[in-house]
């Protein structure tokens, strides 16, 4: 999880908005009137007693001291005036403490890369004697990093891995081999930053003397080239390696680098080089480096322990799946040096596992018909761990404690709902976020027991907004279609409903891996506009189909080798349902979907063009041969084995059948679901004498977010509906 950089107060109420009695585009999407009150930026100390938060005033940025019990502010710990250097005052982005807390690491003008990685200009500050000083000399750099004793600095330019020693200002040059769209040093390419989600490729081993690399050749990875319109007289190109299904991956290789010298060491991860590095991390044993490794086809994992001295290596612990095996950050390791934590699909749910250093199971943790979604940590003192969990249903998520000797455990969120904790260092306190599908979220602040200490925000205004404007209630339910598999769905229905009349009802569905919309939780994507939606006299439904995940490896894993086949059932066969509702106009059911929602909304007006009227799909996959291949071929293998799982469910291959109306919307820079896929779609619309409507969004990317670009969306689909549905 990225921290946001400050504790921002979220909650921007509009001038007019208690006088209204309905919900408004502009008020959902331009005035901010209906967003929350959040906790974000919290930083704890390593008492675990306290916190800090980077807070913004006139006069500058600062860092604030506030105690957990209390909340009360303890000190401005550092205040604008000391973030100066040369006369100038920093713009602070992000910030860092060192290990013990006397100096604190600034980031500052940041420079985008991808989504999620960005470059900063860095400042050290020393907190009592308040000696700013630039690291790199002020230049752009990467991921700057403490050593643990605090006298480096380890950062990434120009592909390159450096270390800068902040008393003499002497640097050593870990490598000298990087290059632009060659070789890259200690941080991640494109694929490996979108689908195994980390930017920093390099770790200090726990005393110091060594830093664990992870280097990029990525000279076999095609380019990927799109344009940036811009109101430029010639539109600029913007080319980067993306590895598309079937196609060649960088080559990765783990050195591990002393230092001081610059001495290396590559590590022995195998003969095979087709093959995935999506974790790394040092054991207690400063000397040791754990490495997990993943084949091409990601059904093999194997978790390797790396000597730091020759970089020899021993496999201590595998898993195979007929299927694929999912990547968590859940491994973590026991200060008794002897075992480690991990977490696993092997019994078919995700549970927690303990380990000897062997590899040998010592117990499993957490065992059940349900899943562990967050694995928060270990209470080295008390041997308790702290985890979410789906034990009261897929819909229902709660913070657990077990002893780590399985005697006994604690349930430490009563309500019904979502509840998502943020535990101080040593777990002594935590912060839980609990809403559910009809109230905002609950902000509070806890024990480690579960004790209630105090709310720290509670979104009553905006709780009394929502029922000022009449926010309907979501009803769960579930149903049983034809084969069988029963799915959980939910429904939002216009306020006193005619019996006499037959509404339509819009489908709104993701149904892809990692996502979810059937939950108790107050902030499903794009509710207010569905919340919207229903003011306009829509019955507004979403479901989870097979494929999606807290049910179990089985039901997740169904879709396997064959992405949106099932799927694509499971929306159909909800509309068959719905069909039969008394209060439901058959004949007007429309589906949207973003992304793979898009996908299956595409898949359902083609398809399922006997069932759906309407579709809108926003940034959607519409060939899979298309998208990154580590996505991709987990659950489809490469399009050479699997030619006809990537051609009978992408939607190209089935315009033919189309006859409702169909919204293709994609933003032109989208860099992850390329715009190409919608162009795939259009020329093929164009061949079947097709009608369709289209918006593209210059430059902007899979978020389509941009000065008005949400509510121009959001307006465009509300009256594509209208028209249409």
Request: aromatic fraction near 12%; glycine fraction near 6%; include cysteine.
């Amino acid at each position: 999880m990225r921290l946001l950089p400050s504790i921002a107060v979220l909650l921007l109420i509009h001038p007019c908005a208690f006088a209204q009695t309905s919900l408004t585009l502009e008020d959902i999407w331009q005035h901010g009137t209906y967003r929350t009150e959040g906790v974000q930026g919290l930083r704890s100390m390593n008492d675990g007693l306290h916190y800090t938060v980077m807070s913004s005033a006139a006069n500058g940025k600062s860092i604030v001291k506030y105690a957990y019990r209390t909340g009360e502010e303890v000190a401005v710990f550092i205040p604008p005036a000391m973030l100066t250097y040369a006369g100038r005052a920093l713009a602070m982005e992000e910030y860092a403490f060192n290990a013990d807390e006397t100096q604190v690491l600034v980031a500052t003008e940041p420079q985008e890369l991808y989504r999620y990685s960005s470059s900063y200009a860095y400042y050290t500050l020393n907190i009592a004697t308040g000696k700013v000083q630039p690291v790199a000399g002020g230049a752009q750099v990467f991921h700057a990093t403490f050593s643990p004793a605090s006298d480096r600095v380890a950062y990434v330019r120009d592909n390159d891995l450096w270390v800068e020693n902040l008393t003499t200002g002497a640097t050593v040059r870990l490598t000298d081999n990087g290059r632009k769209d060659f070789i890259i040093n200690g941080m991640s390419d494109w694929v490996y930053e979108e689908e195994f989600a980390f930017t920093q490729a390099f770790q200090w081993s726990p005393d110091g003397k060594h830093i664990a690399y992870y280097e990029f050749n990525e000279e076999q990875v095609r380019e990927f080239t799109m344009m940036n319109f811009s109101g430029m007289l010639y539109p600029e190109k913007v080319t980067f390696k993306y590895p598309k299904a079937g196609e060649a991956n960088s080559i990765v290789n783990i050195f591990i680098a002393d230092s001081e010298t610059g001495h290396r060491v590559k590590v022995d991860i195998g003969t095979e080089t087709d093959i995935y590095i999506p974790r790394i991390k040092w054991t207690r044993n400063a000397g040791m480096l754990s490495v997990q490794r993943l084949n091409r086809l990601q059904n093999r994992w194997d978790l390797l322990l790396a000597s730091a001295k020759d970089g020899s290596t021993r496999t201590i612990l595998s898993e195979e799946s007929k299927t694929y095996i999912d990547i968590n950050d859940n491994l973590i390791f026991l200060e008794n040096a002897n075992q480690f934590i991990y977490s696993s699909e092997r019994d078919g749910f995700h549970h927690l596992y303990l380990h000897d250093m062997s590899g040998k199971l010592v117990m499993q943790l957490t065992k059940g018909n349900w899943e562990v979604t967050e694995f928060y940590g270990l209470d080295t003192k008390e041997q308790n761990i702290y985890y979410q969990s789906l034990e009261e249903g897929p819909s229902q998520r709660h913070v657990y404690s077990v002893s780590i000797d399985g005697r006994w455990k604690r349930k430490l969120t009563p309500e019904r709902g979502h509840n998502d904790a943020d535990f101080s260092t040593g777990m002594h306190y935590f912060i839980n976020r609990h809403s559910t599908a009809d109230t905002p979220p609950v902000i509070t602040l806890n024990d480690a027991k579960g004790k209630q200490i105090r709310v720290l925000k509670d979104n009553q205004r905006l709780r009394e907004l929502a029922a000022k404007v009449g926010m309907v209630k979501r009803e769960f339910f579930t149903f049983i279609p034809s084969h069988g598999t029963a799915l959980n769905a939910w429904a939002m229905k216009p306020a006193n409903m005619d019996p006499a009349k037959k509404y339509p009802v819009l489908l709104y569905v993701y149904g892809g891996s990692g996502r979810t919309y059937v939950e108790d939780d107050w902030n499903v994507p794009n509710i207010l506009w569905l919340q919207y939606m229903v003011q306009q006299g829509y019955v507004v439904v979403a479901m989870d189909p097979r494929g999606t995940d807290h049910r179990g490896r089985d039901f997740k894993h169904s879709i396997y080798m064959e992405l949106g086949k099932l799927e694509t059932e499971d929306c159909i066969e909800t509309a068959k349902y719905l069909a039969t509702l008394p209060y439901v106009d058959k004949d007007r059911i429309g589906m949207f979907g973003w992304s793979y929602g898009g996908y299956l909304s595409s898949l359902g007006i083609t398809k399922g063009a006997d069932h759906f009227k309407a579709a809108i799909a926003v940034a959607p996959v519409t060939n899979w041969r298309y998208y990154d291949n580590i996505y991709t071929e987990r659950f489809m293998r490469t399009p050479q084995e699997n030619p006809s799982g990537y051609d009978d469910n992408s939607p190209v291959n089935h315009v033919n059948k189309l006859r409702g109306s169909y919204l293709l919307i994609h933003g032109s820079g989208d860099d992850n679901v390329h715009f190409q896929h919608s162009m795939v779609m259009i020329e093929a619309l164009i061949k079947a004498n097709k009608q369709f409507d289209l918006m593209v969004y210059p430059d902007l990317d899979h978020g389509i977010y941009g000065p008005n670009s949400r509510l121009h969306l959001f307006t465009k689909m509300t009256d594509f509906l209208k028209k249409n549905l």
